[in-house]
């Protein structure tokens, strides 16, 4: 008899199968597929009732979200309008005379009101080294410089309003240094430093200014020919530096020479209008100059440019002195010549054909009762393709009329 004490040997039947310890791989695949899809759907039904959400509180705002969203609105807006006149000044650069100047001026602000300032100064650049001309043969440097200038003195946020003048100061020198070849920011620090001196100054006429304001006045002029002077290397590679230079000396006690700065002005950047009319402006009489001396200026100035601008800077400088201090007053309240001024004219549009030179043209032979000259210049004028030039050149419609009817040619 077998003793019960033996241990039983286990065969193959007894040892469970060693398959049923996992599922086989096919299975654990399609399980994981499954729980993927699973938490696919989950997170997209999530998305999509995040979205059913924000579409209802879109369409009913609450209160105070209508009046979050208005205050972002508003906040914003400056920032599209200046996006928006970037995209519209560009195609515009190839128009009419009025329509360059404008897109020039916007494309300055533009750039600088979106922050873009390194832009800003490569298309100054860019202006400046191809001399490149409005279709009236303006420089366009001039309108895009005014642009820029626009764009920053009105870029003092509201906390800053109390120092603005210091505000505009630190940035324009900080501009200055982050951009340590180009004239652009350092002639703003220049125009802020002239702009601050006579704010101190104010527009009172000399016998009514206090005479407590005229020593910080000369300093500050003083502190802005310096700046100007020790910037000179960099700041007078672009031609607004000599204007800028003589609009400051202008009101200054320091005894620079105007010519001198058009000499030097003239021979960087030759036949740069606007360095003329600052000296014509020197030489006004509430400067303490005569008509006498604007007439023999305006002589010397064709000497001056005559073999790139033939005749044509005594008929500039004097229809730049219509816009101002002479306007409608030109012939009988100054020495100008209409015969030079014909002349001067008739070299303008031959160098610069463009309707706003031929209309201005018209205008001054009208208003010295040039008859032939008028009636040969009429036929050439577009009058209906463009009514804003019309009113800018003429100041109305109806003067153009009288105009045409005393050449004896109205146009309908």
């Known amino acids: 008899m077998l003793s019960c004490a033996l241990p039983l040997r286990a065969g193959p039947a007894d040892s469970p199968p060693a398959a049923s310890a996992s599922p086989p791989p096919a299975t654990t695949r399609e399980a994981a597929v499954a729980a993927a899809i699973a938490e696919r759907q989950a997170l997209n039904e999530a998305r999509i009732r995040q979205l059913r959400q924000q579409v209802e509180q879109r369409a009913n705002p609450?209160?105070?979200?209508?009046q979050q969203q208005l205050a972002e609105y508003q906040r914003t807006a400056p920032e599209r309008e200046a996006r928006k006149r970037l995209l519209?000044?560009?195609?515009?650069?190839?128009?009419t005379e009025l329509e360059v100047r404008e897109a020039l001026f916007a494309q300055g602000r533009a750039l600088i009101q979106l922050q873009r300032k390194p832009e800003a100064v490569a298309a100054y650049r860019d202006y400046v080294a191809q001399r490149r001309r409005t279709p009236s043969g303006l420089w366009m440097s001039e309108s895009f410089y005014l642009g820029v200038e626009s764009a920053l003195i009105e870029s003092v946020p509201e906390q800053e309003r109390a120092r603005r003048?210091?505000?505009?100061?630190?940035?324009?020198?900080?501009?200055?240094r982050e951009a340590p070849d180009s004239p652009l920011p350092r002639l703003m620090h220049g125009e802020i430093l002239l702009d601050r001196a006579w704010e101190i100054r104010g527009s009172r006429y000399v016998a009514k200014t206090p005479p407590r304001v005229w020593k910080p006045f000369y300093a500050a002029l003083d502190r802005t020919l310096k700046?100007?002077?020790?910037?000179?290397?960099?700041?007078?590679?672009?031609?607004?530096?000599?204007?800028?230079?003589?609009?400051?000396?202008?009101?200054?006690?320091?005894g620079g020479s105007p010519l001198e700065v058009l000499d030097q002005g003239e021979r960087a950047f030759p036949g740069y209008y606007p360095m003329y009319f600052e000296i014509y402006?020197?030489?006004?009489?509430?400067?303490?100059?005569?008509?006498?001396?604007?007439?023999?200026?305006?002589?010397?100035?064709v000497r001056r440019t005559r073999a790139s601008e033939g005749e044509s800077m005594y008929?500039?400088?004097?229809?730049?002195?219509?816009?101002?201090?002479?306007?409608?007053?030109?012939?009988?309240?100054?020495?100008?010549?209409?015969?030079r001024m014909r002349q001067g004219f008739e070299d303008i549009v031959q160098r610069y054909p463009d309707q706003w030179n031929l209309h201005n043209y018209a205008r001054?032979?009208?208003?010295?009762?040039?008859?032939?000259?008028?009636?040969?210049?009429?036929?050439?004028?577009?009058v209906q393709a463009n009514m804003t030039l019309l009113e800018s050149a003429w100041g109305s419609r109806k003067r153009f009329e009288e105009c045409s009817q005393m050449a004896g040619s109205l146009r309908s």
């Open 88 to 95: 519209d000044a560009q195609p515009k650069l190839d128009g």
């Open 227 to 254: 700046y100007l002077d020790d910037e000179r290397a960099v700041a007078s590679g672009a031609p607004e530096y000599y204007r800028l230079t003589l609009n400051t000396l202008r009101g200054s006690q320091s």
């Open 364 to 382: 001054f032979a009208c208003d010295a009762q040039d008859r032939d000259t008028l009636a040969t210049l009429l036929p050439r004028l577009k």
């Open 165 to 176: 003048w210091d505000w505009l100061e630190e940035q324009t020198l900080r501009w200055a």
């Open 281 to 301: 402006t020197t030489l006004l009489p509430k400067w303490s100059g005569s008509v006498a001396q604007i007439e023999a200026f305006a002589a010397d100035a």
């Open 62 to 66: 609450t209160l105070e979200q209508r």
């Open 315 to 339: 008929a500039r400088i004097y229809w730049f002195a219509a816009q101002g201090a002479y306007s409608k007053t030109l012939f009988w309240r100054t020495h100008a010549s209409w015969e």
